[in-house]
């Protein structure tokens, strides 16, 4: 199934339309934080998994009554038949819930584990695409990791379109077979996508396949998280601390000038200084100010740039993320010291949205480069997708309401601005 044929059933729909009603509208130049604000707060919502596996069952069993008329309990019949045709269990692992209970949950939910969706990829006899598109749009992850051998013996079986019970042998065989020579498949590339490339090539021999998962054991100390995610994190994040430090330089320089005016003044009215030692106490004063590099940016440093307009309480942290209107719509979603903080030690995966906030952050500081809006938003658009879909995230998804909302800010005056503007206005009571 291609993304056409995901189509909204208004969600897609619906989020463009809130784009171009917001923007286009003869107000948007005076008042774009409040125009922006008030289409975030009630025009778009955070679409849940429940509503992407709905919209999925609905398209696949052609069913034509009214997609908002539809009982659960017609997608819970649909889910239950189709595992039984496809000799799927209610769990990986095993379990005393019912098929029924687990599908209702499933159906009702705003997300899942990663692991409901390669369940689902079996009992509804998902394609490779169609899993990747709920692991992406749905879930806002990454694709089927390569580096992972669950997930690579999953994506095998639903290349060659086969069952759960295939996968079972597969799983049992690859378990069964001793780690295999050491694997350096890959040399100063990135290992995902080095690794991708060697599945890819043995796709088609089991045999071969089985022996590529072997090799993956030896190395036990071969993290799962994507490189290629960590290498564009990193490569933004220096280029947006650069920018930080461009930032403050230029506030320090002008404060710097006009103290240094004020103790020039202070030095020409003290007559008991010849003219020489004026002129080196002026220098002097001159090479104290403080020059800032990339490397005195910390954390807490992007925070208070890009989470300027949300309240702290009195220890300087930031107000919880639940008090904000916009909570429901963003998931929650700031890029505070903290998440900077658990990225750059290792303990957390790099999602889509810290690479589109960072790629906002630097477009935000380049207005000169794209001094026309459209121009900006393309360019924008063009990079941060060919980011994403370095790092199998898939392209900018207009239903995010994040995501939205950032391509909005891109199109005002002052995108970062715009965007302070309408987190101040979240957190108004």
């Keep these: 199934m291609n993304d056409n044929e995901l189509r909204d059933f208004e969600f897609t729909q619906a989020a463009w339309e809130s784009l171009y009603d917001a923007v286009d509208a003869t107000e948007f130049q005076h008042q774009d934080a409040q125009m922006i604000y008030d289409s975030l707060r009630h025009r778009l919502r955070f679409i849940s998994f429940g509503d992407y596996l709905k919209r999925y069952i609905y398209i696949k069993a052609g069913l034509t009554e009214a997609f908002g008329d539809v009982d659960i309990k017609v997608y819970q019949q649909i889910i239950k038949s189709s ?11 095993p379990t005393t819930a019912k098929l029924s209970a687990l599908s209702k949950n499933w159906l009702t939910q705003q997300t899942v584990k990663r692991n409901v ?6 009992g509804l006899n998902m394609s490779v695409e169609d899993v990747n598109l709920f692991l992406t749009k749905a879930l806002r992850e990454h694709e089927i ?4 051998p669950f997930e690579a013996i999953c994506w095998y079986c639903y290349k060659n379109g086969y069952n759960y019970l295939k996968f079972e042998s597969l799983w049992e065989r690859y378990n069964s ?5 050491p694997y350096i498949p890959f040399g100063d590339g990135e290992r995902t996508i080095s690794i991708r490339s060697n599945m890819y090539s043995v796709s088609d021999d089991e045999s071969k396949f089985i022996a590529h998962l072997s090799k993956l054991k030896t190395t036990g100390n ?6 290629t995610a960590r290498s564009c994190f990193n490569k933004l994040y220096d280029e947006a601390r650069e920018i930080i430090a461009q930032i403050y330089n230029k506030t320090e320089e002008e404060n710097h000038a006009q103290a240094l005016a004020e103790y020039q003044q202070k030095l020409s009215r003290n007559d008991r200084l010849y003219d020489y030692e004026k002129l080196e106490r002026i220098e002097s004063f001159r ?3 403080r ?3 990339k490397e005195d940016i910390t954390e807490s440093d992007f925070e208070h740039i890009i989470c300027a307009a949300i309240p702290t309480d009195r220890h300087g942290n930031l107000t919880p993320s639940k008090i904000s209107k916009l909570n429901e719509q963003f998931a929650g979603r700031r890029f505070s010291r903290q998440r900077i903080g658990e990225i750059l030690s290792g303990k957390s995966e790099i999602n889509r949205f810290d690479l589109i906030t960072l790629n906002f952050f630097i477009f935000s500081n380049k207005l000169r480069n794209y001094p026309k809006a459209v121009q900006r938003y393309t360019a924008f658009l063009e990079s941060t997708n060919k980011i994403l879909q370095s790092c199998f995230m898939g392209g900018l998804y207009i239903q995010n309401p994040y995501e939205c909302f950032v391509l909005m800010c891109i199109l005002s005056r002052d995108p970062l601005g715009t965007y302070a ?6 957190y108004e009571k």
């Excluded at 595992?83 to 692992?93: A, G, I, K, L, R």
């Excluded at 969706?117 to 079996?122: S, T």
């Excluded at 990791?145 to 992972?148: G, I, W, Y």
């Design 421 to 426: 503007d309408v987190w101040e206005l979240s």
């Design 287 to 289: 090479q104290n100010r």
């Design 222 to 227: 071969l993290s799962m998280m994507s490189e």
């Design 291 to 293: 020059v800032y590099k």
């Design 145 to 148: 990791n390569p580096k992972d």
């Design 177 to 181: 077979t001793p780690a295999n020579s």
């Design 117 to 122: 969706v390669f369940l689902l990829g079996f």
């Design 83 to 93: 595992f039984e045709d496809n000799c799927t269990p209610q769990s990986f692992t």
